[in-house]
């Protein structure tokens, strides 16, 4: 990766694109039109209707967490997510997704047990995991799937 390109980012915030210099991401880039942290860090409650735009205008890895609030391992699962999600801000976006509140995604990826892990890249399925991990096994499933910096 070239000092000099830029990468697509949405915010987490407002949802706009901003293109990022790929040397500049560890400086904590600010989106163009809300002002807020793009990286914030946060793991981001998507939807059906903003699905399709965040795997294909984020040019780092998607990594999204199918769960539903009913799902005892979901829940279990959200604090190691969220974790990962602040600490590995700058690798990868990290997304939930509600699929009891949003079953057309859900659907359409064919999640049939959650929680399911999945990462993808450039909008394309990468890999999925069906259920929950321990802490060190997620980070070293991701590893395998993520870009070191
Ligand atoms: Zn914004």
């Known amino acids: 990766m070239s000092e000099k390109q830029a990468l697509q980012l949405v915010c987490a915030s407002c949802g706009a694109v901003n293109r990022v210099p790929a ?5 904590r880039p600010v989106c163009g039109k809300c002002k807020s942290l793009i990286l914030s860090g946060e793991a981001i409650n998507v939807g059906d209707a903003n699905f399709a735009r965040w795997l294909q205008k984020n040019d780092l890895p998607v990594v999204v967490d199918f769960w539903a609030p009913w799902c005892g391992p979901c ?12 600490r590995w801000a700058g690798r990868a976006r990290f ?5 009891e509140a949003q079953p057309v995604t859900a659907g359409q990826y064919q999640i049939r ?4 892990l999945m990462v993808f890249s450039q909008g394309r399925e990468v890999v999925r995991n069906a259920g929950a991990l321990p802490p060190a096994q ?10 070191r910096h």
């Open 23 to 27: 040397s500049r991401l560890a400086d």
């Open 75 to 86: 829940v279990s699962f959200a604090p190691v997510y969220k974790d990962v999600a602040k």
């Open 113 to 116: 047990s959650i929680p399911t």
């Open 95 to 99: 997304l939930k997704l509600d699929t």
């Open 138 to 147: 997620f980070e070293q499933w991701l590893a395998n799937y993520l870009p």
